[in-house]
């Protein structure tokens, strides 16, 4: 006989296999019972510091790999499920965590440990992450970074430390300089926000020309939103259904396109 808790965890898993994406991301519980079904991985950086992310493998191997990073909140539950969504979808994806295992649940949380995030050792972070999908035996070699926010910016960063053969920008940060964007190897795909009041369309305009500059204006493909900032988030409250579904189509088939072996 089956015990309450047994129960209460078979009765989540039916209703997370019956909902859409959005619903899992938006939904405490499901999104907790979706990141259950990830596995923890760490490795150890040259400075001897033990970082940790979360991975989620496809049905078909080998298959092209996906780094996602995470907004300003830390490597929580939605990204965790964010990531098993990536595997429905065909792809090795590895959910890395930028905050030290802290996830924030305030807006001041956030903000505190976003401005505390060392630049080297994010950057650290992200490449050996990079180098550990390229040579993990699920992986085909082909990569792509994706992040949103906080990391949105970092996605881009880890793309010109160690580059990416594609690279999608949610809402992040961006370099307003060409030299640093010569080191791109890939295509860019941003997903940017008409009401956005930081990554705005200045932002966005000096990183076209410098992408321009640099010689890649061809390597880029950016995407506007009748949206505000975070609107692919489901569980914030500038989530737009419409604009995050078109979003999610655009960069799976960005990722398609350019993902090949």
Known sequence: MLDDTQIGR??????????SFAAVLADPILARAAASETETVTLTLSSGKTVSAALALPETLPAPTVMLIHEWWGLNDQIKATAREYAANGYVALAIDLMDGSVATTPDEARAQMQAVDGADATETCTAWMDWLRA??????????????FGGG?????????????TVIYYGRLVQEAEPLKALKGPVLGHFATQD???????????????????KA????????????????????????EDARLSWSRTLAFLAQHLKA
């Open 10 to 19: 078979r009765t989540v898993m039916k209703g997370l296999a019956g909902a």
């Open 136 to 149: 993990h035996e699920a992986g085909t070699g082909t990569l792509a970074t994706v992040g949103w926010c």
């Open 154 to 166: 970092w996605s881009l960063n880890a793309s010109l430390a160690a580059p990416a053969d594609a």
């Open 197 to 215: 009041g930081f990554i705005n369309a200045e932002m966005v305009g000096g990183f076209e020309a410098a992408m321009a500059e640099a010689g």
């Open 218 to 241: 061809d390597s880029l493909t950016v995407h506007w939103y009748e949206a505000d900032h975070a609107f692919a988030n489901p569980s914030g409250g500038r989530y737009d259904e």
